[in-house]
């Protein structure tokens, strides 16, 4: 929403004057601020998280998916980067190559790149021969005894190269990896609060009829403060609860967060900054659509609202 927003710096001022010391001393403005997002979200996603970062978020999310299924093996994309933690460096094969290496439970499947990727443009059913991957990973995996907690994944992937998943995916990969007894994780964090246009949340490009089970928020959650969250359903919020290890940060769901949150939220609608990323993406494509007809060194102009990618090649 933009660098100090006016509105985001006195949200922020207001609620400082009445900042408490822990989230243990509760505020409505937790539960104004669930109830807002809730209501940009699908209806069984009614369970929220608050925390302070990005990794924060996507290793709770770890956690809830193998508490709720058992299981404790992930299935990532190639090129991925989901969090700074030791938890989620080992799911990021962006960094895991060039550290300690891939871990026993992690599987990589190949990005959905019809440009670049396994299966391209001219193949015949590109969705499907991606979704079939995973579904070999998890075939492969059972044979060796091993159970699949989550297949985790940004909804548009970001550092593997601004790729736009051929819609379809998701649904066919979910199919997989519910069968395998698994949850589907959505990694907002780049993508969400209206970044793709014309949707909330990049997730929605894949379909009205997809739904993932545990979606993560970051980055500009808080435009520059940090606040994050995680979404997910009653059913795995309940298994997580049964361990009787309860949840706690102490400056997740602190009020001024809550009050950026809200204001975040305010002026994204106020402003219509979701009409304001179609309009402004789609006069960007189009320049640089233009531009790759004149030179030979971009290969590939591909995006959605402000999540652009110009592929240059050789």
Known sequence: VGHCHPDIVKAAHEQNQFLNTNSRYLHDNLVDYAERLSKTLPEKLCIFYFLNSGSEANDLALRLARQHTKHEDVIVLDHAYHGHLTSLIDISPYKFRNLEGQKEWVHVAPVPDTYRGLYREDHEDAVTAYADEVKSIIERAHKRGRKIAAFFVESLPSVGGQIIPPAGYFQKVAEHVHKAGGVFIADEIQVGFGRVGKH??????????????????????????????????????????????????????NPVSCAIGLAVLDVIEKEHLQAHATEVGNFLMKILKEQQIKHPIIGDVRGCGLFIGVDLVK
């Not at 435009?223 to 940060?249: D, R, S």
């Open 200 to 253: 909330f949340w990049a997730f929605q490009l894949q379909g009205e009829d997809f739904i993932p089970d545990i979606v993560t928020m970051g980055k500009p959650i808080g435009n520059g403060h940090p606040l994050a969250c995680v979404a997910t359903t009653k059913e795995i919020a309940e298994a997580f609860a049964a361990t009787g290890v309860e949840y706690f940060n102490t400056f997740g769901g």
